[in-house]
Nanobody
Framework: QVQLQESGPGLVKPSQTLSLTCTVS??????????WSWIRQPPGKGLEWMGA???????YYSPSLKSRTSISRDTSKNQFTLQLSSVTPEDTAVYYC????????????????????????WGQGTQVTVSS
């Protein structure tokens, strides 16, 4: 059973960098064809795919967030990390990490990665509030 657990500060000041870590157990983040995403849900809004890191370490970002987002991983700890810079109150949301699989023939697009039913494992989510 794969489990994902988000961790990080629940309160971030405007203009600072939000940093969250997802710790994975029950499966390796380097297992072929799995992609590890960050997804968020602002209050009263739908789920938004932010970006992903692949089993091989390649990164992919939502075009709308690409300039502010960085995803990295630590394979020795089986963790991957989100950094979102220059945050504003509009970045207040519940942040989730999640896993999905893509076959080698599938092309990764932001639209494809935004299909939430394709994710088979999710963390429980962590609330992040941006406020001074």
């Amino acid at each position: 059973q794969v489990q994902l657990q988000e961790s990080g500060p629940g309160l971030v000041k405007p203009s600072q960098t939000l940093s969250l870590t997802c710790t994975v157990s029950g499966g390796s983040i380097t297992t072929n064809y799995y992609y590890w995403s960050w997804i968020r849900q602002p209050p009263g809004k739908g789920l938004e795919w932010m970006g992903a890191i692949s089993y091989s370490g390649s990164t992919y970002y939502s075009p709308s967030l690409k300039s502010r987002t960085s995803i990295s991983r630590d394979t020795s700890k089986n963790q991957f990390t989100l950094q979102l810079s220059s945050v504003t109150p509009e970045d207040t949301a519940v942040y989730y990490c999640a896993r999905r699989r893509l076959s080698p023939a599938q092309i990764l697009t932001a639209q494809a990665m935004g299909v939430m039913k394709e994710y088979d494992y999710w963390g429980q989510g962590t609330q992040v509030t941006v406020s001074s």
